[in-house]
């Protein structure tokens, strides 16, 4: 391609609403525009990104034994209502009415209309396992859509549907699926992990997410340092301190406290870390009117999920307010602790291995020194209450755990039943018995890809494009190819010679200064970078340099065809 | 592909709903299934053959130096209102609210957006032209969807729009639009023809559809046997009969006619041809209740498009109502006639070439015999009204039309200002004078050639799809693959062969009865078919035959990949 022939459009102002860098970078090299909120239009180049992302997850898919199909985005109120996500979804549904009055939806996922082609086409276990899936736009109408196509209302995804009839079926397709992700995130060059997901209020028995790290992402991946274990922070276990529990010193006393709230406070106060006190959140129980107190190590934070999953606690999490906390334990929010306290005590496994530690008195202004568990008070309950923290040994058992953000791209689920029993998704089994079909869903946000390769590859001058997601491979730029007919000449033959060995290869013949055409290059992100002019070609050379190189290198002009393939891998 | 580990979704019943044959092969075949009225899923067999098509209306798009993008299915209504067709648009146009209750539609086209889009990026001249197409969902809300996807709400269609600076620029692009549309469909291995359109209401100068000739066609297309010509028929130029208008002969006589109403009957009656007879048609004037009185051969048609466009008629064209026209000729519709008409006379040009002609009275119940132009009755004024008939002389003077029917699959357009004017969408011309972007634009209908290519080409036993658009090239058929290990050897040898060929190739491994196998592949209409049995492998040959063929034939097995790979072109 020439760049005189395309649609380069590259600004140099970062535009003021945007908010992250992949937002900035995509509107200043010109990927993409804005045409509403949360709507976005593909330019050239970046289609061109977008489709090679497309592409190498078709040919995943296809390679796990995946079938392509491709389902409306328009879909009848009729199947959402048969399996009542027509009442619980909320706004984010874009909900329509045709010309005859009937109720539609623009489709956030197709669950129902595979559920329904299925239960109408499949009729024996024979039949199956069946996984389909399409790459298709898909519309969520966000709250507040932001950070580009990371968070839009029209996307791009790849969501599949497997059909079983057992459940090993399931998980076989469900490790298919876990393998053709790693693949797809390998083969476009991202530092990914696939981690441990919390399988929340939809059911389900197992679930990972596939984040691509990068400093921007929403979440916090909790991942070893020494094996393949990652996890959602949320989701990461926190496995009890190695070793016995020390043994009890010095006894227990109390000392004022006065007008320190804080757990920093009161452990500078009393010249201690803060890993060497507790902290005491109450919590409502199970029944109406019960409190549940929950102890944890001073510098730890607790993990509501871990928490609310608790037998006899509140579930969703509900913190106890100040009255009824001050009612069982006769002093407010910031003199609590475990000692004395007739409500249930659950206490974190890091709090529990502690000893000689520090504690809220039960008494307003008031801590406790020294105290050791069971000599001071009872330890009638351990659990695990607290998120991870760097340097927390993995969970596995292997190496300590780093914490990175990350960002959500792909997503691997074992559905079960929830949408077949609903709709009657009905087979004969072996037996000739009707069974419930049990399903897998599987998306992976092909367009938030772009954005998050973007946030975890980039540099000041611009985007750093892995070589697979390239808009092209490698950019030819002449200088002065207007004036000086050698220029010109060694330009489009070599422009030619990497067309026909099949590069993805762009000529920058555009009538810019060179300035201009070397910012544009850089910016829009092309990794190779070939530089004709005459100076150089005087001697037979070309003048070489990769993206993110210090300095470029000077080529003998017959071995630059060569020498680029070989960098290509072609 | 293996059709073990595929979706083979065949079906014996013809689909009740379904009236043409197209859409009745698509169920059976198991390309498409209803999920709603108009709304259908995109089974793999089908998508398969979407995809072939839309990737060779992309690389001849490329070709022709049009740049692909991707806009938004949803389109804030700010934009068509600035057009005007918030207002114009009917029902067809999905609208719907987003959860702030602010105006949406769904695409049927993209005018607007991509108007947008360059007014925003295109400042000068020098940038033009730019001609930008996307292969995408368009989503229209016909008030009858049928046909399957041939008339559905959600179709896939690609859609371009160029920009210009000039007119001349405009036509260089609408020729290369043209050359490229008949590159795609001459590549898909279809019947079809350009031909002239009428621009309608939208305006704009110059337009041709591209349709695909087929009996089930809506459109009726004439088209020269000897040359390129062909248009709608209601765009098609009747020219005058050759040579001078005979001599008259007896003098004019009256005759009575009692209660024969139509020109057939008093044809018949007098013992002369229709095409020997006029029939006066009243329709309105320009003016407030002025009559026009047309006059056309008894076997020839009225072209309302011709004659609305004619001066002095109103537009669009309205009929006279009886009353009206008996109080101007002194009689009804049945009896009308030239001779002493008071209002103008239009008379076709075939009508003004007739002598000693029949024609009303302008009295009940009577006719005129032996009537000549300017002896009995002034000629002053002859146009073209009339639709072409199958043998007129064809309008570029190179052989006779045929009029066969056809389907619309693409549409291309010289728009001219519609849009960039209503948008201010300007720019800078040479001299710095700021000048409106002239427009045009360019439809196929992706998802529509594939209904159209089985209209044309199918037989009794299934589709008969040209190589091009056929889901697999050839099909391997194992008979008794499970028990016979010699044939399951072959089968698969020569599978892997055909792969490593590059040849897109299906083994129907499924342990089904031969009948049924041969059956479902005839159906789904692959073209090439090599049938592996025991016996002829005995003799070291398998049985191959064209979709087509009334026989198979024998071919040694060391020669069936070369053979085919021949008959393949690859």
Redesign the interface.
């Given at each position: 391609m020439r760049t005189s022939?395309?649609?380069i459009?590259t600004q140099k102002e970062t535009p003021a609403d945007a908010e992250v860098i992949s937002h900035q970078l995509m509107l200043r090299a010109g990927l993409i525009?804005k045409?509403?909120a949360g709507?976005?239009?593909?330019?050239?180049l970046g289609?061109k990104v977008?489709r090679k992302v497309e592409q190498i997850v078709r040919e995943e898919m296809n390679n796990s034994?995946a079938?392509?199909?491709?389902?409306?985005?328009?879909?009848?109120a009729e199947l959402w209502q048969e399996s009542g996500r027509w009442e619980q979804y909320g706004?984010?549904l874009?909900?329509?009415l045709?010309?005859h009055q009937r109720e539609?939806c623009?489709g956030p996922t197709h669950e129902e209309?595979i559920t329904?082609?299925l239960r109408?086409?499949v009729k024996s276990y024979k039949q199956l396992p069946?996984n389909?899936y399409q790459i298709q736009?898909k519309?969520r109408?966000e709250?507040r859509p932001r950070f580009g196509i990371m968070r839009s209302?029209?996307f791009i995804m790849k969501d599949a549907y497997s059909f079983h009839a057992n459940q090993d079926s399931l998980a076989e397709t469900y490790q298919a699926m876990h393998r053709a992700y790693s693949n797809i995130f390998t083969r476009l060059g991202l530092d990914f992990r696939p981690v441990i997901a919390d399988t929340g209020s939809i059911g389900g028995s197992a679930s990972h997410e596939f984040h691509v790290l990068a400093n921007s992402g929403e979440d916090d991946i909790a991942f070893s340092d020494s094996s393949d274990y990652a996890a959602n922070v949320e989701m990461a276990e926190a496995i009890a301190p190695a070793g016995e529990r020390p043994a009890p010193g010095a006894a227990m006393s109390e000392v004022a406290t006065p007008d320190l709230k804080t757990i920093d406070e009161v452990a500078n106060y009393l010249n201690v870390a803060p890993a060497q006190t507790v902290k005491t959140l109450m919590v409502a129980g199970e029944n109406e009117g019960e409190l549940v107190a929950l102890v944890l190590r001073g510098d730890h934070q607790l993990n509501d999920i871990k928490a609310e999953k608790l037998e006899g606690i509140a579930n969703p999490l509900q913190m106890a307010d100040e009255a009824a906390v001050r009612k069982v334990a006769g002093a407010g929010f910031g003199s609590l602790g475990p000692v004395g306290l007739e409500v249930p005590v659950i206490v974190d496994r890091s709090a529990a291995h502690l000893a000689d530690f520090i504690c809220g008195a039960n008494k307003d202004g008031f801590h406790l020194k020294s105290v050791n568990w069971e000599r001071d008070c009872p330890l009638s309950r351990v659990e695990d209450l607290r998120n991870v923290v760097e340097g927390d040994p993995s969970p596995d058992g292997k190496g300590k755990l780093l914490i990175k953000r990350g960002i959500e791209v792909g997503h691997i689920f074992q559905l079960g039943t929830k949408y077949s029993e609903a709709m009657n998704a009905n087979i004969l089994d072996e037996n000739g018995k009707s069974i419930t079909m049990i399903m897998g869903c599987y998306g992976i946000g092909v367009s938030r890809i772009v954005a998050s390769a973007i946030e975890q590859n980039h540099d000041q001058h611009g985007i750093t494009w892995p070589i697979a997601m390239a808009p092209f491979e490698l950019v030819i730029v002449p200088l002065n190819m207007q004036k000086s007919e050698a220029v010109a000449q060694c330009a489009l033959e070599l422009y030619e010679a990497f067309r026909q060995a099949g590069v993805d290869v762009l000529l920058d013949d555009r009538n810019e200064r060179p300035g201009v055409k070397f910012a544009d290059m850089e910016l829009i992100g092309i990794p190779h970078r070939l530089v004709i002019g005459d100076r150089a070609l005087a001697d037979n050379q070309v003048e070489y340099k990769g993206r993110q190189d210090a300095d470029s290198v000077l080529l003998d002009r017959s071995e630059a065809v060569d020498n680029i393939l070989q960098k290509l891998g072609h």
């Open positions: 022939q395309y649609f459009a525009r045409l509403a709507l976005y239009t593909w330019l050239p289609l977008l034994g079938i392509e199909v491709s389902m409306p985005v328009m879909q009848p706004p984010e874009v909900r329509l045709d010309r539609f623009l209309v329904d082609l109408n086409e069946l389909m736009t519309v109408d709250i209302r029209e």
